[in-house]
């Protein structure tokens, strides 16, 4: 498997409900980023954790970073139809400051 | 809000010619990017550009691709004989320094090429 893997692919749910997404990862990071993209559109970019934090808030959002399991979580609360894009885990590598590395995404699509 | 500005929105092209994709990266920026997004597909690192000089390149960026910042405000992406696989959302990106310090990159809304 690839460096950022997000789970699952797809996921629909209802407005006002909370959406989870999961990222893995193989190798080291120096942090890892969320961003949203909506269709056809640019990649916003939602929130930076870096890899000596657990948790953090931004908004609705919330992200977690479990590197002993090289896994991160991307939590929207209270979800809005407006929420419904696809969504990108990147990594920065440990020792690859120039770059991000994305996994290939999931789409949330979240129904009024 | 400052943002990564990127010309042209779409581009269709023949096959065999050269395209030039233009960027101005936020203004105190130094570091620059290329990233592209075939359809469907995972967004894919192209180059990274700091100090006039490329810090480091993907196996993508093959000899037909070629980035430079003519001035001080922009940064282009050249292809030289575009090839049917190119077609293409290509992504310019900036950071204010480099992203081992934990600093976000900015992405402009990308720039859609048709290679026919």
């Known amino acids: 498997s690839q460096q950022g893997e997000e789970d699952p692919q797809a996921l629909s749910i209802q407005e006002g409900e909370n959406a989870t997404m999961n990222c893995s990862y193989k190798t080291s990071i120096n942090n890892l980023q969320w961003y949203r993209q909506n269709s056809g559109r640019g990649l916003v970019h939602l929130i930076l954790i870096r890899s000596n934090e657990r948790e953090k808030h931004s908004g609705r959002l919330r992200v977690t970073l479990d590197t002993s399991k090289k896994s991160s979580s991307l939590l929207i609360t209270a979800s809005r139809a407006a929420d419904t894009a696809s969504y990108f885990c990147?990594?920065?590598?440990?020792?690859?400051?120039?770059?991000?590395?994305f996994g290939k995404g999931i789409t949330l699509s979240v129904r009024p | 809000e400052p943002e990564v500005t990127q010309t042209p929105s779409h581009q269709v092209t023949q096959m065999g010619q050269e395209v030039i994709l233009r960027c101005v990266p936020i203004?105190?920026?130094?570091?620059f990017y290329w990233y592209r997004q075939i359809l469907g597909q995972k967004v894919e690192f192209l180059v990274s550009?700091?100090?006039?000089?490329?810090?480091?390149k993907s196996e993508i960026f093959d000899d037909q691709f070629s980035v430079e910042r003519p001035d001080g405000s922009n940064f282009t992406l050249k292809i030289r004989s575009t090839k049917l696989e190119d077609s293409a959302m290509y992504f310019c990106a900036s950071s204010a320094a480099h992203l081992g310090v934990g600093n976000t990159i900015y992405f402009g809304e990308g720039s859609w090429l048709t290679v026919v």
């Open positions: 550009f700091y100090n006039n000089e490329i810090s480091e």
């Open positions: 990147a990594t920065v590598l440990t020792g690859a400051n120039s770059k991000l590395t």
């Open positions: 203004s105190n920026h130094l570091y």
